[in-house]
């Protein structure tokens, strides 16, 4: 999905379909290329959720691209009198 996100955002950005120009392209992949792409064009998606952006160059639109930060979410505080604390609270008496 990666690399497909440029190629779609270039193309309805020209004013044409993804779906029929680069439809035809897909179909010749392999099953797993098909289904991710059908997927994907049914989806409005940011270049940024995908680690794109689009920058304008001497040479027109460029777009760069920069692994996402996505860092583990924040952990769960351990809640010392909730439903699992009687069964550490066995163990430690054992």
Known sequence: MLGLTPFL???RRLGY?????LGPIAATG???VRETFETLIRREISLAAFGWSIVETGDGPAYPFAWPSWG???????NPTG???AGRDRLRSA
């Open 72 to 78: 583990p979410g924040p952990r769960p505080s351990p």
């Open 9 to 11: 955002d270039c193309a």
């Open 83 to 85: 439903p699992r604390s």
């Open 17 to 21: 379909d993804p779906a029929l120009e």
């Open 30 to 32: 392999a099953p797993w």
